[in-house]
C-alpha cells in the first residue's frame, strides 16, 4: 500500500521559515516525480512545487520563487519543501505527491498519490 506522509507544518510568524518533509512508503520513491500543492481556505488546490525523479530539476509556482526550495533525498524515499520568508498568504494546507515518470509535473492530475496534508500558518 503506498503511502505519502507529510510533517512538519505548524504556526509561524510572517517573515520565518518551516520545512516541510514528505516520506514516502510501498513505492520506489526513485522512480517517481514528486510535487507540492497547497489549498488556501475557500480556495481551490494550486500548484507550488515539483521536482523531477533524481532531483536536478525543479519548477516553481512564481508566488513561491525565491522563497520555497524542493528537494529529495532518495535514498530515505523523502522530498522536502524548505519554506523561508514566509507570508501570510501562505497559510494553507500543503500536499505532496507523487507521480509515475521522470520529469516534473505542474498539473494535479499527472499525480498518482497523494499525502493527507499539514496545516502551515503564518501570522502576520
Known amino acids: 500500500q503506498v503511502q505519502l506522509v507529510e510533517s512538519g507544518g505548524g504556526l509561524v510568524q510572517a517573515g520565518g521559515s518551516l520545512r516541510l518533509s514528505c516520506a514516502a512508503s510501498?513505492?520506489?520513491?526513485?522512480?517517481?516525480?514528486g510535487g507540492w500543492f497547497r489549498q488556501r481556505l475557500g480556495k481551490e488546490r494550486e500548484f507550488v512545487a515539483a521536482?523531477?525523479?533524481?532531483?536536478?530539476?525543479?519548477y516553481y509556482d512564481e508566488a513561491v520563487k525565491g522563497r520555497f526550495t524542493v528537494s529529495r533525498d532518495n535514498a530515505k524515499n523523502t522530498m522536502y519543501l524548505q519554506m523561508n520568508s514566509l507570508k501570510p498568504d501562505d497559510t494553507a494546507v500543503y500536499y505532496c505527491?507523487?507521480?509515475?515518470?521522470?520529469?516534473?509535473?505542474?498539473?494535479?492530475?499527472?499525480?498518482?498519490?497523494w499525502g493527507q496534508g499539514t496545516q502551515v500558518t503564518v501570522s502576520s
Open positions: 521536482i523531477n525523479w533524481n532531483g536536478d530539476t525543479a
Open positions: 505527491a507523487a507521480a509515475w515518470g521522470t520529469n516534473y509535473y505542474i498539473l494535479d492530475r499527472a499525480y498518482n498519490y
Open positions: 510501498g513505492l520506489t520513491f526513485g522512480r517517481c516525480a
